[in-house]
């Protein structure tokens, strides 16, 4: 099993639609987590932390369950602009590691 | 604030060949990745620095792969030989506190 698993898409929606990703982890031991945004052929840059009580940044809401080992980024009124590769992050161990999910892909489509 | 640097942008070589590819961290951050990032997955880590001290290096190909970062700013990482399954991206990163910051990253074909 991979220590962080996402639904690989691709998700294509129209513009202002919500959609929604999700990502499981293995490890329960798992301190930190986060969403990162990767654009065709760029480098993933930090979206957002995800925290216990979930938080929110505009249009962008993440959510953690650390009960069932599952992290959620509902992006809201999508923009052509979010159209991405979202990657699910893990944070473990003393030595700040980060592991990487494979990516949902998102095209935003006018 | 300047970026996360790297070098080459690009580089296509032949199996079994030899390539490094080097990378300056942005300025005082103490902890350095390297990743490679395979199409149509996630970056993998392959070594981490803290200053010029290897912290995780267990997923470095060790026959082959090798890194180093002498006085604690630059790397470079380096592959001899060369196979075909070593087309990547190669991203090196570096942290603060709480953030890591990627650079553009090297993109390796191997023919």
């Known amino acids: 099993r991979k220590e962080v698993e996402q639904d690989p898409g691709p998700f294509n929606v129209p513009e202002g639609a919500t959609v929604a990703f999700n990502c499981t982890y293995s490890n329960s031991a798992s301190q930190s987590f986060f969403w990162y945004r990767q654009d065709c052929r760029k480098e993933p840059k930090l979206l957002m932390s995800?925290?216990?009580s979930g938080n929110e940044d505009g249009r962008f809401t993440a959510q953690l369950n650390r009960a069932s080992q599952y992290i959620s980024l509902l992006i809201r009124d999508s923009k052509l602009s979010d159209s991405a590769t979202y990657l699910c992050v893990v944070h473990s161990g003393s030595a700040r590691q980060l592991t990487f999910g494979s990516g949902t892909q998102l095209t935003v489509l006018p | 604030e300047a970026g996360v640097a790297q070098s080459p942008r690009y580089k296509i070589i032949e199996k079994r060949q030899s390539v490094a590819f080097w990378c300056n961290p942005i300025s005082g951050h103490a902890t350095l990745y390297w990743y490679q990032q395979i199409l149509g997955q996630g970056p993998k880590l392959l070594i981490q620095?803290?200053?010029?001290?290897?912290?995780?290096d267990s997923q470095l190909p060790k026959d082959r792969f090798s890194a180093e970062r002498l006085k604690g700013v630059d790397s470079t990482l380096k592959i001899q030989p060369a196979k075909l399954e070593d087309s990547a991206v190669y991203l090196c990163a570096s942290s603060s506190i709480n953030e890591q910051f990627f650079g553009p990253g090297t993109r390796l074909t191997v023919l």
């Open positions: 995800v925290y216990s």
């Open positions: 620095f803290q200053n010029n001290g290897v912290v995780d």
